[in-house]
């Protein structure tokens, strides 16, 4: 599967300061197979023309092909086509429900995440609770894993949204998501899931879930940057006011008001992410082709072999689950008296390309007691000689740099 897969992404063949890439940066974001790049290539040479608004040739093709997408995107998913919501990313996604949950919450009323969040799953919500009056409320971690019993005592009726990681982009541990659901909404919380490390990498199904809104970025499971995805339940969805007004969301315009469109259009004023959505529905056609079943488990076996070639590293503090099970491919860690940085740089000199930094969860790494750390994220394309090249430059770093000391 390795071999032939690999094929598909021009950018593997890429050197880096002489050395042969290995990418292993895929939670920042992954690389894109052949297939996505020439679907974007294909709409801007032959198709290029704005959506839902023309009645010639190209702008019926172009619609055609980006609404083939929301249908591709809700079979994947296993949501329906109403309920796919096109944004610019998980960051614009869970903006727009902080921003309706604006609407809904009072003084006095609680929204739940915890320290593992991304800043775009926890800023929101910072400012949606200073301009209400709600308390925002952490659950905190036991085990490198969330502790449900913490997240379960600080559920109660003032708990109005439980906003949470699917998959912790720092610890690499997935949530149990449907357990989780089912304890907020028994409060009557609405459920926000952010699956921006999940969807590429296993079966999201949403029913399963039983989210009430579900976000996810294209450019983190093979698609382009700019594009990403909305999910809400009909119901839910139906309910609530549009917040970006202008062209397309609307069904008719008067002098002094106006009335919304039928979702999900409501949803999506100006003109939309078009070329970027196609280019995400070819990201879908292609795991759909190989098979999130096959994806996961390839990443399950490379993953277990890499975090116990990991663990034998003299030196190296890793941050998550200490096992397999319950997580993904993300690592993240730091090696005694070395800076992530320095390490990252080394690395880089070797073909190998990995992130350091805070990695956008500053709560979570000061609750962790670090500034900074390495992060190394698996994808389909990535093999055993990969995680192999990583441990022998890894364990040069050290000896190079502690023979400098």
């Not at 209400?132 to 379960?152: C, E, N, P, Q, S």
């Not at 699956?195 to 879930?209: D, F, T």
């Not at 073909?351 to 805070?358: M, N, S």
Request: a negative charge; hydrophobic letters at 45%; one cysteine or more.
């Amino acid at each position: 599967m390795e071999a032939r897969i690999r094929q598909d992404f021009p950018i593997l063949d890429s050197q880096i300061k002489g050395e042969p890439l290995i990418y292993l940066d895929n939670a920042a974001t992954s690389q894109k197979p052949v297939r996505v790049i020439q679907a974007i290539t294909d709409y801007y040479q032959r198709r290029n023309a704005n959506v839902h608004r023309g009645v010639h040739t190209l702008a019926e093709q172009a619609t055609r092909q980006y609404e083939a997408a929301r249908d591709k995107v809700a079979a994947f998913i296993g949501a329906q086509r109403e309920e796919v919501i096109f944004t610019r990313g998980t960051t614009e996604g869970l903006n727009l429900i902080a921003a309706w949950a604006g609407r809904v919450l009072q003084a006095g009323d609680e929204v739940l995440i915890t320290v593992m969040e991304h800043h775009a799953n926890l800023i929101p919500w910072q400012e949606v609770c200073r301009q209400t009056g709600a308390k925002l409320v952490y659950a905190y971690l036991k085990d490198g894993r969330l502790d449900l019993v913490d997240f379960r005592a600080k559920l109660n009726s003032r708990t109005k949204f439980v906003s949470l990681a699917h998959v912790s982009n720092v610890l690499g541990c997935i949530n149990p998501v449907e357990e989780l659901a089912s304890w907020a909404h028994q409060v009557g919380a609405y459920v926000v899931v952010d699956a921006a490390q999940s969807v590429g990498h296993l079966p999201v199904q949403v029913a399963s879930l039983d989210c009430d809104f579900l976000v996810f970025s294209g450019h983190k499971m093979y698609g382009p940057t700019g594009v990403g995805v909305l999910y809400g339940k009909k119901e839910i969805l139906t309910k609530f006011p549009p917040l970006v007004f202008g062209g397309e969301m609307i069904a008719s315009v008067s002098e002094q008001e106006a009335s919304w469109a039928d979702l999900p259009y409501k949803f999506e004023a100006g003109t939309p992410p078009i070329a970027e959505a196609i280019g995400l529905g070819a990201a879908i056609d292609y795991l759909a082709d190989l098979d999130m079943a096959r994806v996961e488990a390839h990443e399950r076996e490379l993953g277990a072999y890499l975090l116990a070639a990991l663990k034998q590293i003299e030196g190296l503090t890793l941050y998550g689950p200490t096992e397999f099970q319950q997580r993904v491919g993300v690592f993240s860690f730091n090696l005694a008296g070395l800076h992530p940085h320095d390490v990252a740089t080394a690395l880089d000199y070797q073909g190998i390309a990995v992130r350091a930094g805070h990695h956008c969860a500053q709560p979570l790494l000061t609750y962790l007691g670090q500034g900074s750390a390495l992060r190394v994220s698996l994808a389909l394309y990535n093999t055993k000689e990969d995680c192999q090249a990583l441990i022998k430059a890894l364990e040069e770093t050290k000896e190079f740099f502690h023979g400098l000391g």
